[in-house]
């Protein structure tokens, strides 16, 4: 064997050496921004997220009857107009039921406003009530409106359920985010364990974060839109100018909200189909951000709103959304035809069994 032979062989154990290290270093550098990140995430949404009970069935039995008490995530403190926001209202006895998620590749959210009028109106109604469905294996995001004025029957279980009709947006009056979310899964036979809340405030400081948000307003809702936007200046001091004309235009916060509050030029069906415009419009515009931009944004919306969602779950989903835009469908609930008004109190009354079970049928398929 030739030296040089030699020296060719003995260079190849050196090469292996440097390639093992530069991989090890890459890993390493790796694995450091994935910790680094996910801290970062875990230390900006610390203020965000509330701890809410899970419980099953057969423990449910077994928990104390006790005061109505609440806990939150982010600062309640302060009024609306210096940046806090109302507490999300728990109840201890209505703890929320652990149900089993029926399919491992959707998962089902539960998105409500609540119609309070300061920090401390907790105890309040909702005003929006949206079921957000992540479809992973096809890639689908299906947004549902649960109108607030279905007629349901309020409680924990089957077994709990009152004997008289109470309009869905009571629920979280009377029992809190537990006996709402009970509420729904029971009605509706869904599997429902998270929840994202806002109030007027911070609905309207995360369109302002995202630079605000497309809507084609129509001419004949201005007058109503900008009434609502008055009230919303006595509640906090906002200085968002009114709407001025109709076409597609970007409105800021307080804009968009007073436009989703709209009521009585149409019906409460557009109300709820206006919240989703909204809703989808925010999505939109914070899916085009870069990714420097998504970040700030995460940065800047720490504790706004109320979740029980940990970093880690937000993050999935909220990749999880942005993956199924493109495939974006609507609903509402309860469906034409499958419910009658009731006058006396006004409510919809509708035919629980045909609706849960196209309900189930549009979220994982007949």
């Given amino acids: 064997m030739s030296r040089n032979d030699r020296g060719s062989e003995g260079s190849k154990p050196r090469k292996k050496s440097k390639v093992l290290r530069s991989f090890v270093r890459v890993l390493a550098a790796f694995l450091g921004f994935a910790v680094g990140f996910t801290l ?36 309640v403190s302060s009024s609306w107009e210096d940046g806090g926001h109302t507490r999300l209202f728990y109840d201890p006895s209505h703890p929320i039921i652990e149900v089993k998620q029926k399919d491992p590749d959707i998962e089902n959210i539960l998105v409500f406003g609540i119609d309070a009028r300061s920090t401390d109106d907790y105890e309040c109604r909702t005003d929006s009530i949206m079921i957000l469905s992540v479809n992973k294996r096809d890639d689908s995001l299906k947004l549902i409106s649960l109108m607030r004025d279905t007629g349901v029957y309020l409680g924990d279980t089957k077994d709990t359920l009152g004997s008289r009709l109470n309009k869905l947006n009571s629920a979280y009056h009377f029992g809190g985010v537990g006996m709402m979310i009970n509420t729904i899964n029971v009605t509706f036979g869904l599997d429902i364990q998270r929840f994202v809340m806002f109030d007027f405030g911070s609905a309207s400081s995360i369109i302002d974060l995202c630079g605000g948000v497309d809507i084609d307003v129509k001419p004949e809702e201005l007058s109503h839109a900008n009434r609502y936007l008055d009230q919303m200046y006595e509640l906090d001091g906002n200085t968002s100018p009114h709407i001025m004309k109709g076409g597609v235009q970007t409105l800021d916060g307080h804009q968009a909200v007073a436009w989703t509050r709209i009521r009585y030029l149409d019906s409460d069906f557009v109300r709820a189909s206006r919240q989703r415009t909204v809703a989808t419009a925010l999505m939109k515009k914070v899916n085009s951000m870069s990714y420097a931009g998504k970040l700030q944004l995460l940065n800047d919306s720490a504790g706004v709103f109320e979740t029980n969602m940990q970093s880690v779950d937000i993050m999935r989903v909220a990749l999880n959304c942005f993956d199924c835009l493109d495939n974006l469908e609507e609903k509402r609930i309860p469906e034409d035809g499958l419910f009658e008004v009731q006058n006396d109190p006004w409510m919809m009354k509708i035919d629980f069994a045909t609706q849960e079970q196209r309900l189930n049928d549009y979220i994982w398929g007949e």
């Fill in 40 to 75: 970062y995430w875990f230390y900006i949404f610390g203020g965000t997220f509330v701890s809410v009970p899970v419980v099953s069935r057969e423990d449910y039995s077994t928990v104390d009857i006790t005061d109505s008490g609440s806990t939150t995530g982010g600062d």
